[in-house]
């Protein structure tokens, strides 16, 4: 038994979807329907959009078949190769974070106008009309084994500060879903940030629990900062896909603030340049538009940078050439000095109440093996000198965070000073050492990790929790002038 697929339209103007045993009527088609279920279903709606209203209404002024022609006619539209469809939405910063958005985006298919638009965010969903497009640069890249992909950027300006923007991107014919995102404001407003150590190895079936655990934990979160190796192997961008599996949405309306790690200027085996480039690999400047306000360094854009949020100077230092003594050491100089230079100057005309570095090497490492003394010796009297109030890191895989430190040596909670942290959201685990552990209020290995930072103008909180939601550990700095007093909520290392 089934519906005849052939659709008879009569002398008196009565469409007849015809059952094989001779049922023509709309109480045998119930029965039928009950029995066959989904099936006559799908034939009926099969039939119903090779109609329109007008002409079921005209063929068909039975109740039954006046039923049929107000289910609607209109086909949906094909859907999108899916090669086509955007994927891999990252949104940054490039500008002012009041004032301007920064996304990118990946297709398997490189599209002839790629495009983005936004609109401020209303409860109206009639807002497209006034959407502004804005047209994305593009690049086209080799994937190997006849695989290709088309990475795309583009940047919203002019934008107001607090309001709150959805977006899409795509190419006129084939969108993304409507994003949202907020502008900072320009005063000194409170706020929280996301903060996580090395995500790197399984990152799409267990570091995805972390960052979704923690955005579960802090909704309301302005950005996420990543401390360095993000992935296992730069070059590899099968792990770059994975990433993007992980943050799911999150990374469409999470902004990122990442610093490369080791493991992000991977090139591929036998490449000649491994030992003398530092240089990100190439999915690093795919993923992610950033400031290009950093050293006097063209083959490393946005490695290190800095921006200003609500009264905050975050600087993300890419310090690989003072910790990585694979690389030359000519290439290293060339980097650490134009590094330098830079640092000094951002540290030195900076006009916000708090200063947060972020970078991926530890000043104070605690994992078996490590210790960078050469780096702290470089790095941590700037640090102090121009009252640098936290320093956030990741490398050693595991949970570490020091007391008030300057000129090496534990100082009292109101004395000028820099709390250190390290932390690991990722599964990979390494074991703790005696190296530098006077200095910790606060060590665990083998767990995963976020941390939620809250900050205002009068005082910087750092909650680090267990993915299983447990309180970790805790500190907060209250700001006295161009120094901070330091209030310690661990329970013992």
Same mark, same amino acid.
């Given at each position: ?232 192997? =730069? ?133 078996? =093996? ?121 329970? =013992?290392?």
């Amino acid at each position: 038994m089934g519906w005849d697929t052939a659709i008879d339209i009569g002398s008196r103007g009565v469409v007849r979807t015809q059952w094989n045993e001779g049922f023509t009527s709309a109480d045998q088609y119930e029965t039928v329907a009950a029995r066959s279920g989904r099936r006559v279903e799908q034939r009926m709606n099969n039939i119903m959009s090779k109609f329109t209203r007008r002409q079921f209404a005209q063929l068909a002024p039975g109740p039954f078949l006046l039923s049929l022609a107000t289910r609607g006619s209109a086909a949906p539209p094909p859907p999108a190769a899916p090669g086509a469809i955007p994927t891999r939405i990252v949104l940054t910063w490039a500008g002012d974070p009041a004032r301007t958005q920064a996304v990118t985006w990946r297709t398997e298919t490189a599209t002839a106008s790629p495009q983005a638009q936004v609109a401020k965010f209303i409860a109206d969903p009639k807002f497209e009309p006034s959407a502004i497009t804005v047209r994305a640069t593009f690049e086209k890249d080799d994937l190997g084994d006849g695989k290709s992909a088309a990475h795309y950027a583009a940047r919203f300006q002019g934008l107001e500060p607090a309001t709150a923007y959805c977006y899409r991107v795509g190419d006129a014919q084939v969108w993304s879903e409507w994003n949202v995102f907020r502008t900072a404001s320009t005063r000194p407003e409170p706020f929280r940030f996301l903060y996580v150590g090395d995500e790197q190895n399984s990152i799409k079936s267990l570091w995805s629990r972390s960052i979704r655990l923690a955005y579960a934990a802090a909704p309301d979160a302005r950005f996420l900062v990543h401390a360095g190796d993000l992935v296992a192997d =730069g070059y590899d961008d099968r792990l770059w896909g994975e990433w993007s599996d992980a943050l799911a949405f999150i990374s469409a309306t999470l902004p990122s603030i990442p610093v490369p790690g080791n493991h992000d200027l991977h090139r591929p085996p036998g490449s000649p340049d491994a030992k003398t480039s530092l240089a990100a690999a190439w999915p690093w400047r795919r993923h992610f538009v950033l400031p290009s306000n950093g050293p006097d360094l063209d083959d490393m854009p946005g490695q290190s940078y800095y921006l200003d949020y609500q009264g905050v100077r975050f600087i993300a230092l890419d310090v690989n050439a003072f910790s990585e003594e694979g690389y030359e050491v000519a290439a290293r100089k060339r980097v650490t000095e134009k590094e330098l230079d830079w640092l000094t100057k951002v540290l030195s005309d900076n006009p916000n109440r708090w200063t947060i570095v972020v970078q991926h090497q530890g000043i104070y490492a605690i994992s078996s =093996g490590r210790e960078y003394a050469a780096m702290r010796a470089s790095l941590a009297p700037l640090y102090e000198k121009h009252h640098v109030d936290m320093v956030l890191q990741g490398h050693d895989h595991v949970y570490a965070r020091t007391h008030k430190i300057a000129r090496d040596r534990i100082v009292d909670p109101s004395a000028p000073g820099v709390v250190y942290v390290i932390s690991v959201s990722g599964p990979k685990m390494y074991k703790t050492q005696k190296v530098n552990s006077q200095y910790m209020a606060k060590m665990i290995e083998d767990e995963q990790f976020y941390q939620i930072i809250d900050v205002s103008p009068e005082r910087l909180a750092l909650t680090a929790y267990s993915i299983d939601g447990a309180v970790a550990d805790g500190f907060e700095l209250r700001k006295n002038g161009t120094s901070s007093t330091y209030i310690d909520h661990s329970s =013992g290392k």
